[in-house]
C-alpha cells in the first residue's frame, strides 16, 4: 500500500511539474519568472515519472498450460509488456527461503529446468501461503516439489515416482 501512496504521490509531482514546462503554469507565480521551457523542471518531472514507474511496477507469470507457454508480464497500472515464449520442460518445483537485505526472510516458488535454471514465479512473506502456491504448481505441472525453507535441509514433499 505504502509503494501505491508513493507511486501516486511521484505521479502527481511529475504532471505538475510537466505542466510547468510545458504551459508555464506556477505553483508559487512570481513576476516575471516562468519555468516554461526550463530544463530543470523537465528534469525533475522526468525523475518522478521513473520513481513513479519504479514504485508501482508489478511482475506476473501467466501460463498457458494447454499451449505449453508461459509469459512474464510487468504492469504499470492498466499498461502491460510481456511475450509468450515456450515452456522448457520442468524439472522439479521448489519453495525456498531467501534473506532480504534487512535480514527478514521471503519464500519464493521456483521452477527449475535444465539442471540449474530457475524461473521465481511467486514471493511471499509467508511461508503458508507460498507453499500452497508451490504445492498447486507442483501438481498443475505434474512434476516433483522440494521444500528447501531450510538451510541445509531439503526435502522432497510429493516425490513422484516412475
Known amino acids: 500500500m505504502w509503494q501505491t501512496l508513493l507511486a501516486t504521490a511521484f505521479f502527481t509531482l511529475a ?45 506476473s507469470v501467466l501460463f498457458d498450460l494447454g499451449k505449453n507457454k508461459f509469459k512474464e508480464e510487468y504492469g504499470v497500472g492498466p499498461l502491460r509488456l510481456g511475450r509468450w515464449k515456450k515452456l522448457p520442460k520442468i524439472e ?32 511471499n512473506g509467508d511461508l503458508k501461503t507460498t507453499f500452497a502456491m508451490g504445492e498447486s504448481t507442483a501438481k498443475a505441472l505434474n512434476v516433483d516439489l522440494l521444500n528447501a525453507t531450510e538451510p541445509n535441509a531439503f526435502k522432497w514433499v510429493n516425490r513422484l515416482d516412475p
Open 92 to 123: 522439479y518445483v521448489s519453495v525456498f527461503r531467501q534473506l532480504k537485505g534487512n535480514g527478514s526472510y521471503t519464500y519464493e516458488v521456483n521452477l527449475w529446468f535444465k539442471k540449474n535454471r530457475s524461473l521465481t514465479i511467486y514471493e
Open 15 to 59: 504532471v505538475i511539474m510537466f505542466g510547468m514546462f510545458f504551459f508555464g503554469y506556477e505553483l508559487f507565480p512570481a513576476d516575471g519568472i516562468s519555468n516554461k521551457g526550463n530544463f530543470g523542471v523537465f528534469y525533475i518531472a522526468t525523475a518522478c515519472t521513473a520513481q513513479g514507474i519504479l514504485f508501482s511496477s508489478v511482475k
